[in-house]
């Protein structure tokens, strides 16, 4: 057996992805009650087409295993990840390891803050869900990002002032839009879904970071990081309750979400 790595480097790989994200993200979880009984719903997404980086309505709500793999400075590690997506704004992420102990938890609030759990430190901290978090391995995209990422979407949409004008894309599928930081996000659809997409902060140098799906597993790449997150959906069903807000466990204590 593989000496586990520090969980450091879990943290890291989050969203997801998360994912998050890990990616976050990791991207992590504890897995669901489907999982355990082999249970797989294959729900229907819409085709992007449209817009790439909305989820579409019959995405959600559900809840979705994942099966993590990150790379990078850290090491390597191997984890799950479930997500709980009520609707694109409220979600939570449960991340494990192979023996199914929680390493952390992360759940949007109403106030849009985002709550972080570190189950093995027991610490706890609060971060806006807008904005760009440094602990997470996805070149800053906001907490928000996380679920469309997992999914197989564009994490950020267009900017928001010059979305029609700015938005290109032509018959062979290429798409191309700058986001309200003026990154340029380029994408190719193929037969109505997204095969791949990446980012560049700097006109005429490379991506920063990119995605694409090869046969059923996602590839996220980090290249500022030198980060890589591979995950691959195992369970995917409709989540049947209202979702539960996280809460902080007593013996907790406050920490800080600082960089990796």
């Given amino acids: ?120 430190q027991e610490l706890y901290c609060l971060v806006a869900a807008g904005n760009e978090q440094g602990f997470l391995p996805l070149t800053q995209l906001p907490l928000e990002a996380l679920p469309r990422l997992l999914v197989g979407l564009m994490p950020v949409p267009p900017a928001a002032e010059r979305r029609r004008a700015d938005l290109r894309r032509d018959d062979t599928g290429a798409l191309s839009f700058h986001d309200d930081q003026d990154r340029l996000w380029s994408g190719q659809l193929e037969a109505g879904r997204l095969a791949w997409w990446s980012v560049t902060e700097v006109a005429g140098e490379a991506p920063v970071a990119w995605w694409k799906q090869v046969d059923d597993e996602s590839i996220f790449s980090d290249r500022r990081g030198g980060q890589q997150v591979r995950w691959s959906e195992q369970v995917r069903e409709t989540l049947g309750r209202e979702l539960e807000r996280l809460e902080v466990p007593r013996a907790y204590r406050e920490g800080v979400c600082t960089g990796r």
């Fill in 1 to 120: 057996m593989k000496r586990r790595p520090p969980a450091a480097a879990l943290r890291a790989a989050v969203s997801s992805a998360a994912l998050a994200l890990a990616l976050g993200v990791s991207l992590l979880s504890v897995g669901c009650q489907a999982g355990s009984q082999g249970l797989s719903l294959r729900l229907s997404v819409a085709p992007a087409a449209d817009a790439p980086w909305l989820l579409p309505s019959d995405a959600y709500p559900s809840q979705r295993l994942y099966r993590m793999r990150y790379q990078g400075p850290e090491g390597e590690a191997g984890f799950r990840l479930t997500l709980y997506l009520e609707s694109p704004e409220r979600y939570r992420m449960e991340a494990s390891d192979s023996l199914g102990r929680k390493i952390w938890s992360l759940g949007m609030l109403p106030s849009r803050q985002a709550l972080w759990l570190d189950h093995r």
